[in-house]
């Protein structure tokens, strides 16, 4: 399987805007998801994620102001658009990938707490928003 490669981080002021793409040489699994990782912070935040019934669900931090769409015809490359952006999203952001599998009773995506479930990582777009 091709890496995953992402693209569209930068630096903005506070209420700015960014998009970040991830895609792949070849198709990209059906179960997508994007993290965050703050400076200085060991833990690994789930932004948005495909879950097993094709919605995606967004964390709290980000709900209303991120935005997860798929480009259907472009090898299945993902967007995660950013608005309203705010300081505490400074981040390093990451998109994983994998197929669909089997685990808890049902075939289907990873869940939230199910991270390490991914088996294709990008290495990351640095996300920088100043106040």
């Known amino acids: 399987q091709a890496p995953l490669v992402e693209s569209g981080g930068g630096s903005v002021q506070a209420g700015g805007s960014l998009r970040l793409s991830c895609a792949t040489s070849g198709n990209l699994p059906f179960c997508v998801g994007w993290f965050r990782q703050a400076p200085g912070v060991e833990r690994v935040e789930e932004v948005a994620?495909?879950?097993?019934?094709?919605?995606?669900?967004y964390a709290d931090t980000v709900k209303g102001r991120f935005t997860f769409t798929r480009d259907k015809k472009v090898n299945g490359a993902v967007y995660l658009q950013m608005d309203n952006l705010q300081p505490e999203d400074t981040a390093t952001y990451s998109c994983a990938a994998r197929d669909r599998f089997y685990a808890r009773g049902r075939y289907g995506c990873p869940e939230a707490d199910q991270s390490y479930e991914y088996t294709l990582w990008g290495q990351g777009v640095q996300v920088t928003v100043s106040s």
């Open positions: 994620a495909i879950r097993s019934d094709g919605d995606i669900e």
